[in-house]
T-cell receptor
């Protein structure tokens, strides 16, 4: 069964500092990978996705993520964090085969940004 | 705005009651998914419909059911509600196996 682990429950960074949120997945084949962001009281917004090809993917709001098959990881990065990035971030893995396209989410990482 | 709409935004009800949550997918999306988000379980996949047919089931209780109508909107029915059913319920839609777009959610409170 597929699974996602986000080792960090809560991360605090200063505004302007760099950010890396960790994500490890378990999946039998090449996975479809996603990062979503959820602001308080809001739905989930897709930041970026990986299906195949270039292992470094660019997303919205200046985020990027790198797929590393050898480490079963898909870490999210941003070179300079803004106060508006404070939110909860979810990594997810999706089926790459068949007709069941459900997403399996990690438990999320809450990001606090200090001024 | 993802283009996915959900109603109602908030729902407060009592134990033992039945409620219906509604979702309208993005224009052109044939797949609809339902997820439950709670503090203890996180985000859990409940069920997927594709063009009116059930395609996959996740951790959905027998007290819960869903359907997708010919106009592609979907409803999630929750019955015999318990305190533990209090959660945020999200609907998402997609075109095939592409990324899923999430609605704003319905917050259900069972008293």
């Amino acid at each position: 069964a597929q699974s996602v682990t986000q080792p960090d429950i809560h991360i605090t960074v200063s505004e302007g500092a760099s950010l890396e949120l960790r994500c490890n997945y378990s999946y039998g084949a090449t996975p479809y990978l996603f990062w979503y962001v959820q602001s308080p009281g809001q739905g989930l917004q897709l930041l970026l996705k990986y299906f195949s090809g270039d292992t470094l993917v660019q997303g919205i709001k200046g985020f990027e993520a790198e797929f590393k098959r050898s480490q079963s990881s898909f870490n999210l990065r941003k070179p300079s964090v803004h106060w508006s990035d404070a939110a909860e971030y979810f990594c997810a893995v999706g089926n790459s085969g068949g007709s069941n396209y459900k997403l399996t989410f990690g438990k999320g990482t809450l990001l606090t940004v200090n001024p | 705005d993802s283009g996915v709409t959900q109603t109602p935004k908030h729902l407060i009800t009592a134990t033992g009651q039945r409620v219906t949550l509604r979702c309208s997918p993005r224009s052109g999306d044939l797949s609809v998914y339902w997820y439950q988000q709670s503090l203890d379980q996180g985000l859990q996949f409940l069920i997927q419909y594709y063009n009116g047919e059930e395609r996959a089931k996740g951790n959905i209780l027998e007290r819960f059911s869903a359907q997708q109508f010919p106009d592609l909107h979907s409803e999630l029915n929750l019955s015999s509600l318990e305190l533990g059913d209090s959660a945020l319920y999200f609907c998402a839609s997609s075109v095939g196996y592409n990324e899923q777009f999430f609605g704003p959610g319905t917050r259900l409170t069972v008293l």
